[in-house]
């Protein structure tokens, strides 16, 4: 007489697709999200997480609306952890 075979599933979550994503695939989704959460803090930066807002102060160079944007972020990280204030 022969037992039946089980199937142990895997413990943890399932994949949302056929199958798991690979590594280079979880980054690239990562970078995207980043990159979503970035543009979305633009205009919003009182209310932008941290991560959004250093990106933000890194594209000081890149052209004038985004100088505009970095001097809000660093507005924004003056009111959020108190310190002096902008000057021109």
Known sequence: ?????VM????????QGER??????RKRAQRMRDRRTVIEAIGNETDAPLKALLDLLGR???SEP???????AWLAFG????????TE
Do not use: H, I
Request: charged share 30%; glycine share 8%; net charge positive.
């Open 20 to 25: 798991a994503m690979t590594d280079r695939e």
């Open 8 to 15: 142990v599933t895997k413990r943890g979550r399932p994949p």
């Open 79 to 86: 009111q959020r952890y108190g310190f002096g204030t902008v």
């Open 60 to 62: 000081v160079e890149a």
């Open 66 to 72: 985004a100088r505009l944007c970095a001097r809000r």
């Open 1 to 5: 007489m022969t037992d039946p075979m």
